[in-house]
């Protein structure tokens, strides 16, 4: 596996630049052997980047990279104009698209948690978070009024936090006490899951171009072709190198991914980087403790390709080819989704009910597949093919085989 080169690294950091909303003017690489512990880079290319900034008045300089607080300060003092680095941009674009309380909360607390070790000289700064914080005590500096501040207000984060898992809890308590199982989508970012989560649900969900489009989790009911139904959850996208207060932040959301009877993996099957893409959000299923679980391949976006590249792509029992945006290959998906799910299983049943239960009639037609229907007197006699969840509530009217008596001579 080559992994991601320079130019692939640079490509996809230029899209998070732009779903940030900044607008690029320009990039520069630099290959080193050993990073600088002052500057990350080289004195020559820190002063070229100082010049760069300069010449194109840029207001921000971006850095693929994590910086240590040092580094941070030390190229802000050279290039003048606010540095931000890979983090950071990442926390900023889920500031933007978070949309719920809870994501909202969420990124408060993964952007409190990257500012906390990066205080020192930003003190001016820190007058932007929260009120409600009692004046300086005798002998404290700036810096340790604004630690207490951040200190306090991740504390209140995380209890409204805390809030949140427990609604999700009890929500997931009362659906898991009927027999419907959850399908998680995931999916490297831009993967095209929110795509695939609408043209399965009809749900509306945001869909765009943009890196993290998604990030608060949406949940819909889906019918599979046995017309059993199951929960389906869209995600938020995955990335390189994704920051660990993040993934820490997200965990209430992620739950739904833990607790997934099945884990659908959408992959963008017409870019170069796939296989390490997949294997970015293998690492994240790792952190989560969710490679175990069932899982099934997803092939997007193969409208792109040619026939010739479809044929190259990756095949098997549990790989399926989809253009989630012409709805090609979603019966094929549901098919295999219904076949790995194993709560509340099909069965056929014969049932003999009066014709004047038509709200249950209604209900046998939406939520069975009847294979065999015959009207007699009062009665409907029916071969049902459909989850034993309802089929159980129709053990009144099962069919009574009649026992044979033997003839005797």
């Known amino acids: 596996m080559r992994g991601f080169s320079a130019e692939d690294s640079m490509a996809e950091f230029q899209e998070l630049a732009t779903s940030a909303g900044a607008e690029v003017v320009g990039e520069i690489i630099q290959r080193r052997d050993r990073l600088d512990p002052a500057t990350l880079i080289g004195r020559g290319k820190l002063e070229e980047i100082a010049g760069a900034a300069a010449g194109s008045n840029a207001d921000v300089v971006l850095f693929d990279h994590d910086l240590t607080p040092s580094q941070l300060r030390n190229i802000e003092r050279e290039v003048q104009a606010r540095v931000i680095d890979r983090t950071q941009l990442i926390l900023d674009i889920f500031a933007r698209h978070a949309r719920t309380r809870e994501g909202q909360l969420q990124v408060e607390l993964a952007q409190l948690e990257y500012l906390l070790p990066r205080l020192t000289g930003r003190g001016a700064e820190m007058s932007q978070l929260g009120g409600g914080i009692g004046t300086r005590g005798p002998g404290e500096t700036q810096l340790e009024t604004d630690r207490r501040k951040i200190y306090r207000r991740m504390r209140h984060v995380q209890g409204q936090l805390d809030s949140v898992r427990r609604v999700r809890a009890q929500q997931r308590q009362r659906r898991e006490s009927v027999p419907v199982e959850t399908v998680a989508l995931v999916g490297y970012t831009n993967a095209g899951k929110s795509t695939l989560f609408n043209a399965l649900t009809h749900a509306g969900v945001l869909e765009s171009s943009r890196m993290f489009a998604t990030l608060d989790p949406t949940l819909r009911s889906l019918t599979l072709p046995s017309k059993r139904k199951v929960l389906l959850s869209d995600t938020v996208g995955f990335i390189r190198n994704l920051p660990h207060t993040l993934v820490t932040s997200f965990r209430a959301t992620l739950e739904e991914v833990q607790r997934a009877s099945l884990i659908v993996r959408v992959s963008d099957a017409t870019s170069p980087n796939a296989a390490e ?96 229907r015959a009207y007699r007197s009062d009665r409907v006699q029916l071969t049902l093919k459909g989850p034993q969840s309802l089929l159980r509530r129709l053990e009144k009217y099962r069919e009574k085989k009649k026992a044979s008596t033997p003839l005797s001579s």
Not at 352 to 364: D, H, N, T, V, Y
């Open 277 to 372: 893409q997949d294997e970015q959000v293998e690492k994240v299923l790792a952190e989560l403790e969710a490679t175990d679980k069932k899982n099934i391949r997803v092939l997007n976006k193969v409208d792109l390709l040619s026939k010739a590249q479809q044929q190259t792509l990756p095949d098997g029992n549990n790989i399926v080819q989809v253009s989630a945006i012409e709805g090609r290959g979603l019966e094929v998906l549901l098919k295999k989704i219904d076949e790995e799910l194993i709560a509340d299983p099909v069965s056929v049943m014969e049932i003999s009910i009066p014709q004047s239960e038509g709200k249950l009639l209604a209900a046998i037609d939406a939520r069975c597949h009847v294979l065999h």
